[in-house]
């Protein structure tokens, strides 16, 4: 079973409860911004008077986790894309891959770590919703299994034809996404990436590989590289005092 979440656009009133149970819930520091970063891990923002939520959209096949060369970054087998500061190097690989620009890193801390939504991966093992599903008063962003979440998307589009985009943003782009959302205005009026592939990143990213293998080991190296060097730097910085 693949957990998701449901975002109307219709039924937004703006409250921006979801990202202030979201800071609550992730124990994250600051007031909640007009924008994402590393502590405000989602937003809610008006376009032309409709409203649109930013925040990570735990695509089916992450490209942030493929190219993440110390498994910092992973797809959970519930479905959220989860993130481990202890295992993460620094390299910021996730943020270039990233086709929604979602990671951010925390370029105010000395030692910095990458900052995104985890779609409350603690309350889902729990059985529980995340925080911004049950704090929104109006159902607009509403959690469960995938698969339920896009008949009900239909289901509301089938109910009110006229109020609706005839798309269900997140069922195609990058190969899916585990968000979902829906709209009365096209999808670009609302900031949101059009055109995106719709086959995942990842898999093309393979196809090449795959046909490369001296790159392949070549690269490994290189990334096993990084690693080490990073980690003896950090390891050096701790033995005479700093971080």
Known sequence: MTVGLLYDSTRCVGCHACSQACKEQNKLPGEVQDHTTAYTWTVVKEHEGAFVRQMCMHCLEPSCASVCPVGALHKTKEGPVVYDAKKCMGCRYCMLACPFEVPKYQWDRAVP????????????????ATACAE????????????KELIMDARERMRANPSGYQDAIYGIKEVGGTGVLMLSGVPFA??????????????????????????????WAASLYAIHWITKRRDDVAKAEGGE
């Open 113 to 128: 770590v990458v900052g995104k939504c985890i779609m409350c991966y603690d309350r889902v093992k729990e059985g529980k």
């Open 135 to 146: 704090a929104c008063p109006t159902q607009a962003t509403v959690f469960g299994e995938r």
């Open 189 to 218: 009026s609302l900031g949101l990436k059009t055109g995106l592939p719709e086959e995942a990143p990842p898999m093309r990213t393979w196809q090449v590989l795959s046909k490369i293998p001296d790159f392949v080991a070549i």
